[in-house]
């Protein structure tokens, strides 16, 4: 078992920037490509970044390219999603996800094993 909690979310004003932390237990850490999902109010999660279990391959969505990153730290057990510029479509819970299978990681919801809680970002215009 890998557990998973965010932090970082909260309310923030269009332009702004804010980091997402997302801090594993459990099982080996390094051991697992890690992904960002976002759920906007009446809409369904949606896939942002990912990042494989090394550290060195990542992806993005549309809506997140030159505007977000993803790294991670794996002595720290914490992945991270620097979200710069951001916009009130931004708005949504945060997820992040976790999988042992896909070591270059994924931006296919299923293909993740562990997810964490989730933490709102709010984007004021």
């Known amino acids: 078992q890998v557990q998973l909690v965010e932090s970082g979310g909260g309310l923030v004003q269009t332009g702004d920037s804010l980091r997402l932390s997302c801090t594993a237990s459990g099982r080996t850490f390094s051991n697992h490509a890690m992904g960002w999902f976002r759920q906007a109010p009446g809409k369904e999660r949606e896939f942002v970044a990912t990042?494989?279990?090394?550290?060195?391959?990542?992806s993005y969505a549309d809506s997140a390219k030159g505007r977000f990153t993803i790294s991670r730290d794996n002595a720290k057990n914490t992945v991270y999603l620097q979200m710069n510029s951001l916009k009130p479509e931004d708005t949504a819970v945060y997820y992040c996800?976790?999988?042992?299978?896909?070591?270059?990681?994924?931006?296919?919801?299923?293909?993740?094993?562990?997810w964490g809680q989730g933490t709102q970002v709010t984007v004021s215009s």
């Open positions: 990042i494989s279990w090394s550290g060195v391959s990542t």
């Open positions: 996800a976790a999988t042992s299978t896909y070591y270059s990681g994924s931006y296919a919801e299923d293909e993740y094993d562990y």
